[in-house]
């Protein structure tokens, strides 16, 4: 079954500083990932997806990702983080085994952004 | 161009007693997703529906149904509840054989169980 791994509960930058938040996927099937975002006391926001048709994925707000394969990584950055970047960001993979594309989701990392 | 609604927004319930949310999808989608997100965890699948159908199930008990509208609307039914039902419930829609099948979510209901 596909599972994601995401190191790092927590993760505090400098406003301006780089954003990178780790996540590694387990999969047996080429993957499709994601990332969400959940700001206190919301639902979830795609931020962007990888579907194989570029490794490089552009999203919203600033983030992109890169899918390396020869590392089962899809790590999430931002170049100059915001203090409205404040929020738990979470990595998913699609299952599609049973039918179904459910999510698996990591345990997200929460993002503090310093003055 | 509406997106995922749920009602209601927040929840109280006491051990034993049964509830139901709701959810009504995004314009044009024909799937539902139920997600249960404990404090501090990443949402934990229960359940899709698909032509009022349940299509696939997660680790979940019986005491979790649900049920598909044809105007593809979907509820969550929870019976006999338990102090651990306390969770944000999140509904995501998505349109088969969209290629990704991307989910969109909504805001959720948060339930408290005491």
């Known amino acids: 079954a596909q599972s994601v791994t995401q190191l790092g509960s927590h993760v505090s930058v400098s406003e301006g500083a780089l954003v990178l938040l780790r996540c590694n996927y387990s999969?047996?099937?080429?993957?499709?990932l994601f990332w969400y975002v959940q700001y206190p006391n919301q639902g979830l926001q795609l931020l962007l997806k990888?579907?194989?048709?570029?490794?490089l994925v552009k999203g919203i707000n600033g983030f992109e990702a890169e899918f390396k394969k020869s590392e089962t990584s899809f790590h999430l950055t931002k170049p100059s983080a915001h203090m409205s970047d404040a929020a738990e960001y979470f990595c998913?993979?699609?299952?599609?085994?049973?039918?179904?594309?459910?999510?698996?989701f990591g345990k997200g990392t929460k993002l503090t952004v310093n003055p | 161009d509406a997106g995922v609604t749920q009602s209601p927004t927040h929840l109280i319930k006491t051990r034993g007693q049964q509830v139901t949310l709701r959810c009504s999808p995004k314009?044009?989608?024909?799937?539902v997703s139920w997600y249960q997100q404990a404090l501090g965890q990443g949402p934990q699948f229960i359940f899709q529906?698909?032509?009022?159908?349940?299509?696939q199930r997660g680790n979940f008990p019986d005491r979790f149904s649900g049920h598909q509208f044809p105007n593809y609307s979907s509820e969550l039914n929870v019976n006999a509840l338990l102090l651990g039902d306390s969770a944000l419930y999140l509904c995501?829609?998505?349109?088969?054989?969209?290629?990704?099948?991307?989910?969109?979510f909504g805001p959720g209901t948060r339930l408290t169980v005491l």
């Open positions: 995501a829609s998505s349109l088969v054989g969209a290629g990704t099948d991307t989910q969109y």
């Open positions: 529906y698909y032509e009022e159908e349940e299509r």
């Open positions: 999969s047996s099937v080429p993957p499709y």
């Open positions: 990888y579907t194989s048709a570029a490794t």
């Open positions: 314009s044009g989608h024909d799937t």
């Open positions: 998913a993979v699609s299952d599609s085994q049973g039918g179904s594309e459910k999510l698996v």
